[in-house]
């Protein structure tokens, strides 16, 4: 007898081996892993993990000098422009057109190598950009333009050609991503602390409804009971990107207000279960001890109850504030708002180096937020 369970129990070890097989092999089959597509994609894998590890945070500070050219369109509504000789200028050959006509743009005495942005200034005030183009070594420009007809003399007002250099002064400034990246994780950050407040808030009141021996007497409290706790449960199995996305199409894509109400509504059904926990495992002496003076229900819940959840209820709000700054910076790819939207914009548009700014700051806040969260937590407990 003994030998033969001694066989089932092999023969059962052996079968869930060869199940745990079945089912790997099966996962395999279903995902379809292809080892040799990635070894393909390694240099594109290269340049993109390149562009993310070199985050854009400081640029050489740029000095932008403006040299223009009145360009009379047509000839003869206002004098042709007399020709300078020395400095920073352009010279367009003819002086003068019509819409449609050719001329050629000479640049001399920039500096060599600059970026420029060509660019009509119209008579109304207004520009109109042309094309960037780069001075050669000798600080020179050598180039046919197309008068446009916008360029067209208004009320003795002439169009200008002009040249936009941009000039770097040796000086490191913040980049323009670096400013945009931290104006969205401050978003997401008090997006997180807003929702987590409301979430709370929301919590509390459901946790002492869900607490079996807070409320669980007679058939109205079981009732009520099982309704909120059932409720708890089906706001918990929805992800809060989820939510985000169903709110983002409400109240519109890029939104901050989508992610606080998505994060609200999971907030509060996590903290309230967590909440209602740490009602039930409360020491029932101060209850009896409180009851026995003849306290009513709400006297029992604020001398006896609530003192001793107060320090957990503390510890769980500032690790669930931990948890949505975390959650923040993902529901923005479905529409939420904060760093979560920056980071997808720019992965969509394949500005790797702006969102290579965006995942430094993620991974900082968020560590940074770590150690804080547990450290207040430490003083708690």
Known sequence: MTTFKALLKSLGKVLVTFAVVALIILSIRVTKPDIGKLISSSSKAKDILGQLFTPTTLIKEVEKVTVSQIVPVPCGVVSNPETLTVGPRIIVDPPCGSPKDKVHLHGYDLPPNAQISLRWILPTGGTMSIKQIQADANGEIDMQLEIRPISATVDGVPAQISFEVSEPTGRMIASPALKEVLDAMFVTIFMALIATTIGTILAIPLSFLAASNITRKGWLGTGIYYIVRSLLNIIRSYEPMVLATIFAMI?????????????????????????????????????EAVTATGANKLQVVRYAVVPQIVPDFLSFTIYHWDINVRISTIIGF???????????????TLQYHQAGTALAAIIIVVWALDFMSSEVRKQLI
């Not at 926990?277 to 029932?284: G, L, P, T, Y």
């Open 251 to 287: 109240v519109g894509f890029g939104s901050p207000f989508a992610g606080v109400i998505a994060l609200s509504i999971t907030t509060a059904a996590s903290l309230g279960k967590m909440f209602s926990e740490s009602v039930e495992s409360i020491d029932n002496g101060p209850i």
């Open 334 to 348: 479905v529409g939420g708002g904060g760093i979560g939207y920056f980071l997808s914009q720019r992965i969509n």
